[in-house]
């Protein structure tokens, strides 16, 4: 018999600030396809709840959480810049821990971002950077609408090997 979990994703608040750290930290190191590497977030966990308090008052940023639990598993992120020349761009950011992967979690997260993303008036442009052997983050991706822009060579270095780099995007809301 399949067993049931109970799954709740909400914005995050500073009082993830540990969670956050902690899930950040061990994934970094379950694949290779994160930017982080064992090197880890660097930051301590007063820094990261300031970081969060700034974050949730941000007008383009928002930092999503999935809990089993009480335990983070899951971060999905919209972050856009300050600048007024940038600040209509958000760079797209997910992470579900592997043993969660596979479950349908990954597209919940990045549906809720779009619902998000679709009711925010400054965003116009949303976009991120995956690794182009990442086949499943380019699937999901692709599935929701965004497109590849460009690939990057020696985008980012693993284990010594320079790897290809998608640069994709999904424009979002009108322009006047
Ligand atoms: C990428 C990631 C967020 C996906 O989350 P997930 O919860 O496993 O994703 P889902 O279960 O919602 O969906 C996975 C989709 O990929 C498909 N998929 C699985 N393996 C695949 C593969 N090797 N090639 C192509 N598609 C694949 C699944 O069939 C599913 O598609 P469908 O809904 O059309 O059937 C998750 O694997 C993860 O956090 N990976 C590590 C971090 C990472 O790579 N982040 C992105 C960096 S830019």
């Given at each position: 018999?399949?067993?049931?979990?109970?799954?709740?994703?909400?914005e995050?608040?500073?009082?993830?600030?540990?969670?956050?750290l902690k899930h950040t930290s061990a994934t970094a190191i379950e694949t290779g396809?994160?930017?982080?590497?064992?090197?880890?977030?660097?930051?301590?966990?007063?820094?990261?709840?300031?970081?969060?308090?700034?974050?949730?008052?941000?007008?383009?940023?928002?930092?999503?959480?999935?809990?089993?639990?009480?335990?983070?598993?899951?971060?999905?992120?919209?972050?856009?810049?300050?600048?007024?020349?940038?600040q209509h761009i958000g760079e797209i950011g997910i992470v579900i821990a592997k043993d969660f992967w596979g479950f349908g979690l990954g597209t919940t997260m990045m549906e809720e971002l779009l619902l998000?993303?679709?009711?925010?008036?400054?965003?116009k442009r949303l976009e991120l950077t995956v690794q182009a052997r990442n086949k499943k983050a380019r699937h999901l991706y692709e599935k929701l609408g965004f497109?590849?822009?460009?690939?990057?060579?020696r985008g980012v270095k693993d284990n010594g090997e320079y790897l290809d780099v998608c640069l994709m995007s999904r424009m979002i809301g009108k322009i006047d």
């Open positions: 018999m399949e067993e049931q979990v109970d799954v709740v994703i909400r995050a608040v500073p009082q993830d600030a540990e969670g956050i396809f994160m930017t982080m590497g064992e090197e880890g977030p660097g930051i301590t966990v007063e820094e990261e709840e300031e970081q969060l308090a700034k974050l949730y008052e941000s007008d383009n940023n928002v930092l999503l959480v999935a809990l089993i639990d009480g335990q983070i598993i899951g971060t999905a992120s919209i972050h856009g810049s300050s600048s007024p020349k940038l998000w993303a679709d009711k925010n008036s400054i965003l497109e590849l822009e460009a690939i990057m060579p």
